[in-house]
């Protein structure tokens, strides 16, 4: 089944405690990006990956970093977490065809920072 | 500020009814795009429509697109209960070379709730 996966699901964790939220796809896609999602605030792209090795900075980079070393995986990195970085994340992938990126989304990883 | 901003943020309307939802935008773009998301859950795609296109349809979904004003709307119709669920839409920059049409904005949304 094609799809997007996401792990954890669901993260509790502390201030300033280094995590790492998976990301994959078995669909070839050479697109990835990642989201967050606030009440209000609507989805907001953090960074997105044109292909492997290839990462830029969305809206909202700062506090995150990522690294696209194959193509099927793009991991979140979260060097030393924050409360303002509770959210619900989404990754997203994408085969573009002639510059247009349809996206398909992971189920989401809650994260909660105490 | 978001470059996609829905209008209304929330509708409420009967079983059988058709759902206008409008999404307006600030800068140039090369594609928008329209997302449905079940409460808590990841964003399904529902239709895009290129810059150089007005109108297009799928299934009981219809887009209409006008540069000019920087908007677009989504009509659902013939609504069902099934169709509760937040849209968004999600605006892509133009190709001007380099990686910045990799960067897709997408607004805050509108919250639709179909009665059965």
């Known amino acids: 089944e094609a799809q997007v996966t996401q792990n954890p699901r669901y993260l509790i964790t502390v201030t300033g405690k280094k995590l790492t939220v998976t990301c994959s796809q078995n669909?070839?896609?050479?697109?990835m990006s990642w989201y967050r999602q606030d009440p209000g605030l609507g989805l907001r792209q953090i960074y997105y990956?044109?292909?492997?090795?290839?990462?830029d900075k969305g809206d909202v980079p700062e506090g995150y970093k990522v690294s696209r070393k194959e193509k099927r995986n793009f991991p979140l990195i979260l060097e030393s977490p924050s409360p303002n970085q509770t959210s619900l994340y989404f990754c997203?992938?994408?085969?573009?065809?002639?510059?247009?990126?349809?996206?398909?989304f992971g189920p989401g990883t809650r994260l909660t920072v105490t | 500020s978001q470059q996609g901003e829905e209008d209304p943020q929330a509708l409420s309307i009967q079983e059988g009814e058709n759902a206008t939802m409008n999404c307006s935008y600030k800068?140039?773009?090369?594609?928008l795009q329209w997302y449905r998301q079940n409460s808590g859950r990841g964003l399904v795609h529902l239709i895009l429509?290129?810059?150089?296109?007005r109108e297009k349809h799928s299934g009981r979904l219809r887009v209409t697109l006008d540069t000019s004003k920087k908007s677009s709307s989504l009509l659902i119709t013939a609504s069902r209960a099934a169709d509760t669920a937040s849209y968004f839409c999600?605006?892509?920059?133009?190709?001007?070379?380099?990686?910045?049409?990799?960067?897709?904005?997408f607004g805050q949304g509108t919250i639709l709730t179909v009665h059965p």
């Open positions: 997203a992938s994408s085969a573009p065809y002639r510059g247009l990126y349809e996206q398909y």
């Open positions: 669909m070839n896609h050479e697109y």
């Open positions: 990956s044109m292909n492997v090795e290839v990462t």
């Open positions: 800068t140039s773009i090369n594609n």
């Open positions: 429509i290129r810059s150089n296109e």
């Open positions: 999600a605006t892509a920059l133009p190709n001007a070379g380099g990686t910045s049409y990799g960067k897709l904005t």
